[in-house]
């Protein structure tokens, strides 16, 4: 059975935590910044845990990380 290949665009967006969730970054952070408040831009700034409803397939796009 040939090996499984992992999908390259999730590698680069998803990183897997030391319990096994996978950890991902905010959308809407990188340009026009200037209508958006303090608090969004803090609150985007940081990594939040991916949804269990999402798991199922970023596993399967993920298979050995």
């Known amino acids: ?3 499984m290949k992992s999908n390259s665009a999730a ?3 998803f990183t ?4 096994g969730k996978l950890k ?3 959308a ?15 609150r985007l700034a940081s990594s ?3 949804d269990p409803t999402n798991m199922g397939n970023l ?3 993920l298979p050995y990380r």
Do not use: D, Q
Not at 16 to 19: A, D
Not at 28 to 42: D, E, G, P, Q
């Open 1 to 3: 059975m040939p090996k």
């Open 11 to 13: 590698k680069k967006r």
């Open 16 to 19: 897997r935590t030391g319990s």
């Open 24 to 26: 991902r970054h905010h």
């Open 28 to 42: 809407r952070a990188s340009h026009i910044l200037t209508k958006k408040t303090r608090k969004m831009k803090r």
């Open 48 to 50: 939040v845990i991916c």
């Open 59 to 61: 596993n399967k796009l």
